[in-house]
């Protein structure tokens, strides 16, 4: 896709040629970083909504995000979620000090791939999580299972619980 990849002559040459457009084209717009590609979109009417933030966010594109938010494009849960899969500790603190909620599933994201300083940081900035079992088949980081272990999460090795 023409936004995906920053290509933003095609994606004019085909925005006046007719080819209709949906809030995908902000969402990879966004997931790519390419912000002057989205300031050209959201001129032209492309409309948006919480993916936006969050794909940037998976990619942690720290100034889309902030942009975006602050023209008007909402946040969610899945923003942060998705900052902490990837490890973007910088974006994550950022959306907090806006107020962007959290879940459960931003410790769950950050562990299942191995983010310890980003799950230490959630933990102890309030960030709620689910002490259901944690299979170790989602994480094969050995110090985030420790750690895990340690705060009180029941962790399953091999079908087995290892609390």
């Known amino acids: 896709m023409a936004a995906g990849g920053g290509h933003l002559e095609v994606l004019k040459f085909a925005h006046e040629?007719?080819?209709?457009?949906?809030?995908?084209?902000?969402?990879?717009?966004?997931?790519?970083?390419?912000?002057?590609?989205l300031k050209w979109a959201?001129?032209?009417g492309c409309p948006w909504d919480v993916w936006t933030c969050s794909y940037a966010a998976k990619n942690g594109h720290?100034?889309?995000v902030k942009w975006a938010h602050e023209n008007g494009c909402p946040l969610d849960q899945s923003?942060?979620?998705?900052?902490a899969e990837n490890g973007h500790l910088e974006l994550l603190q950022w959306l907090?000090?806006?107020?962007?909620?959290?879940?459960?599933?931003?410790?769950?994201?950050?562990?299942e791939n191995g983010h310890l300083e980003i799950l230490k940081?959630?933990?102890?900035?309030?960030?709620p999580w689910d002490p259901v079992p944690f299979s170790t088949t989602r994480c094969n980081n050995s110090v985030v299972i420790q750690w895990?272990?340690?705060?009180?999460?029941?962790?399953?090795?091999?079908?087995?619980?290892?609390?």
């Open 148 to 163: 895990l272990r340690d705060n009180g999460c029941v962790v399953w090795i091999d079908g087995h619980c290892a609390y």
């Open 17 to 37: 040629n007719g080819c209709p457009w949906d809030g995908s084209v902000c969402c990879h717009a966004a997931e790519g970083g390419h912000l002057e590609l």
């Open 42 to 44: 959201r001129e032209k």
């Open 79 to 83: 923003t942060c979620q998705h900052a």
């Open 121 to 127: 940081w959630a933990r102890a900035n309030g960030c």
């Open 62 to 64: 720290l100034e889309v």
């Open 96 to 111: 907090r000090e806006t107020g962007c909620q959290w879940d459960a599933r931003t410790c769950a994201r950050a562990a």
